[in-house]
């Protein structure tokens, strides 16, 4: 143990000896342990901030969109066929469920104080009983005003009321869509994303009537269960009535929706999430990989300069194991602050995107920076640093003391 | 007569350079007894590196046996070969080889600090040698800081530092001019006399061979002539 704390020292020496060439060895590690830290971290978060809103959504909830099951992300992006007037009947009368909310959205022009601006419109049916159900399963709150009580008042989101327009919207301004005239009851709280903080809400009826949706009908639906029953199985027999409406209707069976589980919406966002960790650990790999064979290349320089002070230390007692020690510590010791440094930085990066999130509603998210991470980043480092001075350290170690003193500077 | 320290027997070392083969030593049988003060001479080429590096164990004979204290070094594993080498002899070596990134005091201590020595005895065991050697005030002075003397006088001091037997020796004064390189053979022979150690001195230098006792001429491998003493040698010649 006392050896080796002196051929430590010894190894910090030499280091320091070559401080410049130290530096940019251990900055080739600081830039990939950097982008692990940093990437990992932010995708952690991303990955809990999801399943954060998926449990928001509680899980008595059943999802009821257009578009087939194999197809949920298009059919999320660009939506499909409304559901018809029937289907919303039957998934109210499949057993287990307690109420459906339904709803449509759609781009318009919205007007504030002689400013038009492209913004979101979305009509909830039913409208009273359904922000009842929105406040007490998805959080909605109110960051001012009221709960609209009359069919010309609506709600709207954070951001729409801050940003979007150039004056500040406030409760009982005034806002002309699509040419009628609309009162803000109330101003929402974030609901976590931009998208969903810059709508405006209001009644299906009064939704309908001014984009022209064919009344009774819904892009979605959500179907709030009764306590305690199966959410798989409620799922099942809603697509099981679907399909029976479908078929009288319109004589096929093909399936034009889905129905989704707040369960199986997580497994949907933990496969991308997965794939997309994966990525990231294989571009930050690269990376490290890069830092490796720099120190590997510093080292076998280094043992190649020192070809002869190798050989001194030999003559004057050193063993193989010695030189071998002092080398490999020299190349740890690069990996391990190069580890300290691209741990901090990352770090430091995604914590600042964690406050940029906190302070600008656009996205919200925490990184996750959690203990076990910092230790992997050092371990890692300090690992990749002795695997890649191994190689250096050995061809130091094996050189006869005679061929080495025999090379010149 | 005491057991040689140092014994060689039959050595032959071939080298390869290029598609020749040369024989750096042909058949040469030597044996170094305690407390002996060795000059081995030649001219270059004779092949008295390769010996001196036989002697020092620093090398392996291609043929023939190197016996350090009665042992065959090439049956001893190699970490005791390393503390073999770090213990019982010291180098000196012609152009010094301090390593140049640590002062007087720690070139010193190195040696000691693969023979396990604590820190506290290193440190005041490599005060003590460096001023024996005349470098007191010289203790905290990187090589580059010192002249081809001083240099040479931190490279005996950390020769001494484990206490050797032997002290090996490639030339010491052959980078310095003669007032300096008078001292440092003086500094060994002294070291000789009142201690008692080993010394050999490979050299090309007649006036330097004057300090040792016996004296061994090599040429193309083998040796020539054995004197017992210098004085024998000097009235040969």
């Not at chain 1, 071998?324 to 300290?340: A, H, K, R, T, V």
């Not at chain 1, 906190?358 to 695997?387: D, K, M, N, R, W």
């Amino acid at each position: 143990m006392e050896q080796l704390k002196e051929y430590f020292n010894i190894s910090l020496r030499n280091i320091r000896t070559r401080a410049l060439r130290s530096w940019l060895t251990i900055l080739g590690i600081v830039i990939g342990v950097f982008l692990i830290i940093s990437l990992l971290s932010l995708s952690e978060g991303l990955k809990s901030t999801i399943n954060q809103q998926l449990q928001s959504l509680g899980g008595e909830m059943v999802m009821v969109m257009p578009g087939g099951d194999d197809d949920i992300m298009s059919a999320m992006m660009f939506g499909g066929s409304n559901l018809q007037k029937e289907d919303i009947e039957a998934i109210k009368k499949t057993d287990g469920v307690e109420q459906v909310l339904s709803m449509s959205y759609t781009g318009t022009v919205a007007r504030y104080k002689n400013e038009a601006k492209n913004t979101a419109i979305c009509g909830y049916d039913p409208w009273k009983e359904g922000l009842e159900l929105l406040s007490f399963f998805q959080g909605w709150s109110l960051s001012g005003g009221r709960w609209p009580s009359k069919s010309n008042e609506i709600l709207i989101g954070s951001q729409l009321a801050t940003d979007i327009f150039s004056k500040k919207l406030t409760p009982g301004s005034e806002m002309v869509i699509k040419g009628k005239k609309f009162i803000v009851a109330g101003i929402l709280n974030s609901l976590g994303n931009k998208q969903d903080d810059s709508m405006v809400y209001m009644d299906m009826e009064i939704y309908q009537n001014i984009t022209g949706e064919k009344p009774g009908t819904a892009m979605y639906a959500m179907a709030k269960l009764i306590e305690g029953a199966d959410e798989n199985v409620v799922a099942e027999d809603i697509e099981k009535s679907l399909k029976e409406t479908r078929k009288r209707r319109s004589g096929t069976d093909e399936d034009d929706f889905s129905v989704i589980t707040s369960e199986k919406m997580g497994e949907i966002a933990n496969t991308i999430l997965g794939v997309i960790q994966f990525v990231i650990i294989a571009f930050a790999s690269v990376a490290i990989v890069v830092g490796g064979i720099g120190i590997m290349n510093t080292m076998f320089t280094s043992v190649k300069e020192r070809t002869k002070e190798i050989g001194i230390m030999k003559a004057i007692g050193a063993t193989n194991s010695a030189v071998l020690q002092i080398f490999l510590f020299e190349s740890g010791i690069l990996g391990f602050i190069g580890g300290i440094g691209g741990t901090l930085l990352g770090s430091a990066l995604a914590k600042g995107i964690e406050l940029y999130g906190q302070v600008h509603p656009l996205f919200y998210f925490s990184a996750s920076i959690t203990p076990g991470l910092i230790a992997f980043g050092l371990l890692f480092s300090f690992g990749v640093g002795c695997l890649a001075g191994f190689f250096p350290a050995r061809t130091a170690a094996k050189l006869k003391p005679v061929e080495a003193l025999r090379r010149f500077e | 007569m005491p057991e040689p320290i140092i014994k060689l027997e039959d050595v032959w070392k071939t080298y390869q350079l290029g598609k020749t083969e040369v024989n750096a030593l042909r058949g040469l049988s030597l044996e170094i007894t305690p407390g002996a003060f060795v000059a081995i001479m030649g001219s270059s080429g004779s092949g008295k590196s390769t010996l001196l590096n036989m002697i020092g164990c620093l090398d392996f004979p291609t043929k023939g046996k190197v016996y350090l204290k009665g042992k065959d070094i090439e049956k001893m594993p190699e970490s005791q070969l390393a503390q073999f080498r770090g213990k019982i002899l010291g180098f000196v070596f012609q152009e010094f080889n301090l390593l140049p990134n640590l002062n007087a005091q720690q070139n010193v201590m190195l040696p000691m600090i693969f023979q396990k020595v604590a820190l506290a005895e290193r440190k005041e065991r490599a005060e003590r040698i460096l001023e024996m050697v005349g470098l007191k005030d010289r203790i905290l002075h990187q090589p580059s800081e010192l002249s081809g003397g001083e240099r040479q006088r931190v490279a005996l001091a950390r020769a001494f530092a484990n206490d050797p037997e032997v002290i090996i020796a490639d030339e010491p004064t052959g980078n310095l001019d003669s007032k300096t390189g008078k001292m440092i053979m003086e500094t060994l022979t002294d070291f000789h006399k009142k201690q008692g150690k080993t010394m050999v001195v490979v050299t090309h230098d007649s006036k330097i061979a004057e300090y040792a006792e016996q004296i061994i001429n090599i040429e193309d491998g083998q040796i020539t002539k054995n004197h017992g003493t210098a004085k024998e040698y000097l009235w040969n010649n």
